[in-house]
């Protein structure tokens, strides 16, 4: 088993910035749980327990720091891949589109805007990069990486997961525009692992803000990398710290997700 724990440490542009945004290891804590339980009908996940008063007598003294932010899982054998879906045409994938037409190799109608929604998801794997970025993959690639069959599983897991999430998001008064998802195998069988649809993971825009054409308001780090672009820095460590009233428009962000998507305040 692991001890998983998220902190409120903050990344952008692929640098750990000093300054943490307080509870928001909690909101990803508590919306990764929120989702593995909706899911448990479509696909099984890593979560063994996250009550921390429940843990095992070692981890006892430590369950202040603990308590809704961690959770105790199965250790599963990881797939090298990430696994990226899209329900809309937006960042990367817009900028990919607009030079070539196509995403990951997959050719798309003409004439789509920049957070145009697409007919159907589609399956955009990555590599599983140690350090820095992740790279786009086109299913052949994949197909190289972990095999046909493997390919084929997680490609339609991926886009059934996403279908359920974005089905009850929409009722929410949310759009989940992309999303990603790692899995592993444990006991011979495929599991969901990692965080699953959080505003990390994941590109949540409002339904009533929404407007194809143009960029989308984010319920993510957005309001961070917007205050950093501002600045005069080069996107390499170290990164600078953030105002106290960035941190708190973050923070209130990621609680206000959490609050729409669960139906729920912070624990």
Known sequence: YLLIVATDRISAFDVVLPTAIPDKGKVLTQISLFWFQQMAGVVENHVVEADASKYPEPLKKYQDVLEGRSMIVRKASVYPVECVVRGYVSGSAWSEYRKSGSICGIKLPEGLVESAKLDVPIFTPTTKAEEGHDLAITIEEMQEIVGPELTQELSTLTVNIYRKAAESAEKRGIIIADTKFEFGRYNGKTILIDECLTPDSSRFWS?????????????????????????DWDKTYPGP?????????ARARYVEILEIITGKGLK
């Open 241 to 249: 710290e953030l105002p106290p009233e960035i941190i708190e428009k």
């Open 207 to 231: 339904i009533k803000g929404y407007r194809p054409g143009q960029g989308q308001d984010s319920y993510d780090k957005q309001i961070v990398r917007d205050y950093l672009n501002t600045l």
